[in-house]
Every structure is written in structure tokens, then in C-alpha cells.
């Protein structure tokens, strides 16, 4: 296997160039879409028995507990039982030598009573980050996924309520397995909007049937007054030929109606038939292995303009984005600050398990209050204290999100920006990724082994010895 | 003026200011960075260890950036 690679690899990475310069030139560029919140996934994508949807983030947290599941299961079964020294294999090589470098990196910080529970915390939080921020580095994730128009919410004052509105931007079509092309031909409707005038086509065939009904039965009123009024003849001779009228006109106005009704409705089957015909989609377009999916035809679509006038029929063209399938976990600020919350708390687990319930001294410390005339800053520094354990929260949770955020907007900007040459961004994105992961962990790490030092006795003890 | 006008004004302008906070952060990498490198040159031995309490010094004063970063973006994606 290696024998064989050997020397060849360039030819992938020159391949993987041209395929860079073959893309750059043929697909034309996309407005990359940016929104901090994880997106939801399209209606029908909900958490199993709930109505709560499923975020795109959300599943790629699931992807980083799976991977995280399999290299345990593996570690665990690979692991020589007898404690002997044969290295077993490349993979689970790398594993040892990280746990070993971490193992000894944390012992030199941590190292103490509660080094196996303060470890397993670090490197619990270590691998989970570190696999949700390299994700960002798979091809595919960030890029690959539905297509669906953008629309957001928008207070309109002028009616005191929230509208749904199309944002200003490019349209993109769906290619192959739905990678993305701009395509400028169609005018959106959401379905709501398509099953109203679906509904109002209904309302206006009834209408017509109505109205076709009305005349004809005008019509045979009409006639009979005439029948009765032009001939006059005996009683017998009226009734029987104005009944045989009123039968054949009967047929015929339900004729007419019926006609009217189904004119309405073909009209309407048209111009779906017609907006289809143009490749234009109702809500979200479909997959290739769903119902109703429509390849793309590059023939039927035009350029569009880089900047349409505002009241031209261009601009009221909606811009269709990508809903990612999986986007990074770590760019979600539930995941951060999910994970920040755990580590703070942890860290009083921690504190607590070493000291006791005297941990708590360190928050409300009233011991010194009456007995030493700085006791009150003791009081202060004690809720100083307090307060800093929440802006932990907060700074962890940011400082992750933030660098992950701004690492995959770059990534983004520089893909259409450099679209052949954008290796250097992921390589700076890979360093970044780690450098958070192991920031994220190294601090709970020094927190929990600070939450096991009284400072409380310590300053005790400093005084027994001064006096 | 348009009203939708003064908003993207307001958020650009209100994001590049953001964005001062940036600065507290640069000054940050670049004091330990120049700490860093002085004692990398005075006893090259220590070099790894230096290296390594370097880049997490840099992490975390890079970190101040990142909050300023945050603020902006949510000033420029989030808020309406």
C-alpha cells in the first residue's frame, strides 16, 4: 500500500488544483449566507415525537459524539490487555503518545489528589472541541446542503406586525447533489403563497360555475317568458314543449358551467406548469432522491444583474441560499456555552470534593468580617469572586464561538475570494482549531486545580508563622 | 433619509468601532511574542517551554479581540 502511494500523492494534489481552476471558472460565484444562529432544518426535520426542529449544528454535534464513540470502542479493544509493550498500530499509536503528552503536560499543572478526575474532565472537553473545530476543515460541511429561498422576519411598522420577507442577494439553483449555481429567472413564492392561490383558482372556478349556472338559467327563464308570450296556443301544448325546453337547456347550462370551472382551473394548472417549465421552485427545492426533484437545465437560465434596479421585476427575484446539512458545532453558541456551563460547574464539583462545604468560604467570607478591620474587603473580594464565576461562563463561551465563527466566515470569504488558492486559510484554520481546543481545556484544567487550594488556611497558616 | 439606510448606517459603523477593541489584543500578542522571543534568544535550552507558554499566552490575549470580534458580528448578523 505505502510502496505503491509513494510519489503519487502529488498527482491527487494536482488534480485536486485543476478541479480547483476547473470550478473557479465554471460556477459562477454565490453571496455566501451568514447567520450566527444554527440554521433549522426544513419543515419535516423535527427531533423524533417533538415538534422542536433540528439545527444543522446539531448535527454535526451528533457526528462529533458518534466519531468521539467509536475511537473509545476502538482505543478500548486495541489496548494490549496484558500491559505489553508491542505497539499495536499507527492510529492507536497516536492516541497513546497524545494521551501520554496531555497526561504529562496536566501533571505538570494539576498534578495532585484530584489529577485523574481534573484529566478526564480536560481531555473529555479537549476531544470534543478539537473534533467539532477540525470539522470545519471536511469538504462538505459548511457547503453541501438544501436549497431553499432566503427569507427572514421583518417588523413592518406600518401594520405592527412581523412579515416574512425575501432579502436582497443572488438566487442559486440546485445542481448536482445540491451544489449551488446562480440562477436569475424566477420570481419566488412560498408555499403558503401557492396554496392560497390554489385555493383562490378553486374559489374563482365556483364563481364562474356560479355565474355560467345564473346566465343559462336566466336564459331558459327568458325563453319560457317568450314561449309563453309569442304562442297562444291551448294550455296542453305550452306545458309539454316548454318542459322539453327546459330539459335540453338544463344539459347545456350544466355544460357551460362545467366548461367555465374547468377553464379556470387549466388556467392555473399552466402557469404552475409554466413557472416548472422555467426550473422555478415553490418553498424548498428538492433532493435528487425526493419527489418533485428537477435536474437543472444551465439553457433556460440568464445572467443576472450585478446591481437591479430596486422596482424592476429583477430585483424581486429571491435569493436562493444553501441550508448546510451539518455545520460546525463549535460556531453555535448552545454548543459553547453548553460545554462552558458543564466545565464551570465541574470546577465547583471539584472544589467542593476537595474542601468540602468550606469550598464555599471563598465566595461568602464572613469569618474575617468582625475580626479584622479589612474584614469588609474580604466580603467584597468573596462576591468579586462569585461574579467572576458567571463572566467564566461568558468568556468561555465567547472566546470559542468567536474564533470559530470568524474562522468559518473566513473560510468562506476566502473560497470565493481565492477560489483555487484557499490551502494557506485552512491550514491557519487547523492551528486555530487546536490552539481553542486546547486553550478551552487548559483553562478548566487550572481553574479546577485552583478551586482545590484553600487560600482561606494558607493565609491562616502565613500568620501563625508571622506571629 | 431612507430608514433602512440609516440602520445599515448605523450597523457598520457601530461594528467598526467594535472592532477598536481589536487593538488591546494586538498589543497583547505583540508584548508576548516580544517577551517570548528575547528569552527564547537568551537561553535557546528552554525554547519548547517558552513556545508553548507563548501560544497560549497568545490565545488568550487574542481572545480579547475575539470578544470585540463577537460584539460586531452580532451587530451585523443578528441585530435587525
Known sequence: ?467 | MDPQATIVLGKAIGAGLAMIGAAGGGIGIGLSVGGAVQAMGRNPDHTPTIQTNMILGVAFAEAVAIYALVVSLIILFVLN
Open chain 1, 1 to 467: 500500500m505505502n510502496s505503491f502511494w509513494n510519489g503519487k500523492r502529488r498527482y491527487i494534489a494536482l488534480l485536486l488544483f485543476l478541479a480547483g481552476v476547473f470550478v473557479a471558472l465554471e460556477v459562477p460565484p454565490v453571496i455566501p449566507f451568514i447567520q450566527l444562529p444554527g440554521e433549522n432544518l426544513p419543515e419535516g426535520y423535527n427531533i423524533p415525537f417533538t415538534d422542536m426542529r433540528i439545527t444543522n449544528t446539531l448535527v454535526a454535534a451528533v457526528i462529533v459524539w458518534l466519531l468521539l464513540l467509536l475511537f473509545l470502542v476502538y482505543i478500548a479493544r486495541r489496548r494490549p490487555s496484558d500491559g505489553g509493550e508491542v505497539p499495536p498500530g499507527g492510529f492507536y499509536n497516536m492516541f497513546e503518545a497524545l494521551f501520554e503528552g496531555l497526561m504529562g503536560f496536566i501533571g505538570g499543572i494539576a498534578g495532585g489528589p484530584h489529577f485523574r478526575l481534573i484529566f478526564n474532565m480536560f481531555m473529555t472537553i479537549f476531544l470534543i472541541v478539537l473534533l467539532s473545530n477540525w470539522m470545519s476543515l471536511v469538504p462538505g460541511i459548511d457547503t453541501v446542503g438544501f436549497i431553499h429561498p432566503h427569507t427572514k422576519e421583518k417588523f413592518d411598522p406600518a401594520t405592527q406586525e412581523y412579515k416574512v420577507i425575501t432579502t436582497d442577494g443572488f438566487e442559486i439553483y440546485q445542481g448536482f447533489l445540491g451544489i449551488s449555481y446562480v440562477n436569475g429567472q424566477c420570481n419566488w413564492i412560498s408555499p403558503a403563497d401557492e396554496a392560497a392561490a390554489d385555493e383562490s383558482a378553486l374559489v374563482a372556478a365556483a364563481a364562474a360555475k356560479a355565474a355560467a349556472e345564473q346566465d343559462a338559467l336566466v336564459a331558459a327563464a327568458y325563453a319560457r317568458y317568450q314561449a309563453a308570450h309569442d304562442g297562444h296556443g291551448d294550455d296542453a301544448t305550452e306545458g309539454g314543449s316548454g318542459a322539453d325546453d327546459h330539459a335540453t337547456e338544463t344539459a347545456t347550462e350544466t355544460d357551460e358551467a362545467t366548461a367555465a370551472y374547468d377553464d379556470v382551473l387549466a388556467a392555473r394548472t399552466a402557469e404552475k406548469q409554466a413557472r416548472r417549465d422555467r426550473s422555478c421552485y415553490t418553498g424548498v427545492a428538492a433532493a435528487p432522491w425526493q419527489d418533485g426533484y428537477e435536474p437543472y437545465d444551465k439553457s433556460k437560465a440568464k445572467d443576472i444583474p450585478m446591481h437591479p434596479d430596486p422596482s424592476s421585476d429583477e430585483a424581486k427575484r429571491v435569493p436562493w441560499v444553501v441550508l448546510p446539512w451539518v455545520r460546525v458545532a463549535s460556531t453555535d453558541l448552545n454548543m459553547t456555552l453548553t460545554i462552558a456551563l458543564i466545565a464551570v460547574v465541574m470546577v465547583q464539583v471539584v472544589g467542593v470534593k476537595a474542601l468540602g462545604i468550606g469550598y464555599f468560604t471563598k465566595f461568602f467570607n464572613f469569618s474575617t468580617l468582625f475580626k479584622s478591620p479589612l474584614g469588609g474587603i474580604d466580603v467584597a473580594v468573596g462576591l468579586l469572586e462569585l461574579i467572576g464565576d458567571f463572566a467564566k461562563v461568558l468568556s468561555f463561551s465567547f472566546r470559542l464561538l468567536g474564533a470559530m465563527f470568524a474562522g468559518a466566515i473566513l473560510l468562506f470569504v476566502m473560497s470565493f475570494l481565492v477560489p483555487i488558492l484557499p490551502w494557506p486559510f485552512f491550514i491557519l484554520e487547523f492551528f486555530v482549531g487546536a490552539i481553542q481546543a486546547l486553550v478551552f481545556a487548559l483553562l478548566t484544567a487550572i481553574f479546577m486545580q485552583l478551586a482545590t487550594i484553600s487560600h482561606h488556611h494558607d493565609d491562616e497558616h502565613d500568620h501563625a508563622e508571622a506571629h
